[in-house]
């Protein structure tokens, strides 16, 4: 029978002799507690306690020992190695709480810092003005038109039935640009857009067209050489009188607000036959009690701008077949609009630019 072999020689395995591992140990130890921040414990574990470590190669040693040997090396090395575990999640411990309270200095935020000095300014009150405007007809289907400021005499006039001796020319201060033979004027009226459209477009035509215009007018509290408009045109079959009135009440309750609606009085425009002047229900007194509203000054009504159904000479000069369709067109100031939309007394304020004008009114509509 053959027992246990007692008499055998002990291997010598430096790596896990008494001295070696007290020395690998302590040597962790000491850089353990080194380690100034998480970063240099990172590196350490690395050197101390990784696959490459000296203990971890020491334990990896054990096997090759004498089956007697084993156990007291396997003791020593699993001791020493415990011991470097302990301090590193210790010292790892530390080093957390004293990184979280870094960081709470460090990145600290004065919360009491005012913020947002520089203004952020806001979209001009004419900008978002005209916008809401052609929101309101593109809900009913309608669509956005646009015509060059820079326009030629004859779209300007011409085209609309505004001969070159019609009087009404005179009403309209115009800008020419020179050589006057060019026949070129800055646009006096947003109406050659509804000409460019019946010239480009087959009915049935339903457009709005905002846009700057100009004339030589004085620069007052109610004038000015540059103002805006909206032009509506609606060519279809069977457009009459009451398609135009019952298009100019919606528009006017969308934008002042329920219950405010137009009335015509009899006018005269080249480019409408019969034409009218509209007015609205005074959006202050709503025509109840006028005498003291100092907003219609007793009218009980406030000019809006000029309609009428097109006047057939235009349907033919713009290439539309006046025996089958008919059309109504409006006009009027989108600056006049929002001065009563807002109240304001001067119409220059919307062209000064004070940015307080602009972040007051601006981001509203
Ligand atoms: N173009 C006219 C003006 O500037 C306003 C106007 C009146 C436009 C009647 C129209 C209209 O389309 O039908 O005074």
Known sequence: MSGPNTDYDPVEVAAVSPAEVEAARDAALAAIAAAADLEQLKAVRSDHAGDRSPLALANREIGALPPQARKEAGQRVGQARGAVNQALAARSAELEVEHEARILVEESVDVTLPTDRDPVGARHPLTTGAELIADIFVAMGWEVAEGPVIEAEWLNFDALNLGPDHPARTMQDTFWTDPADDHVVLRTHTSPVQARTMLTRTPPIYVVCPGRVFRTDEYDATHSPMFHQVEGLAIDEGISMAHLKGTLDHFASQMFGEGITTRFRPSYFPFTEPSAEVD?????????????????????????????????????????????????????GIDRTLMFRHGLEDLRTLFEGDVRFTTAFGSEL
């Open 280 to 332: 609205l229900v005074c959006f202050v007194c709503r025509g109840v009690d006028s005498d003291a509203c100092r907003t219609c000054r007793g009218e009980g009504w406030i000019e809006w701008g000029g309609c009428g159904i097109v006047n057939p000479r235009v349907l033919q000069a713009c290439g539309v077949d006046s025996s089958r369709y008919s059309g109504f067109a409006f006009g009027m």
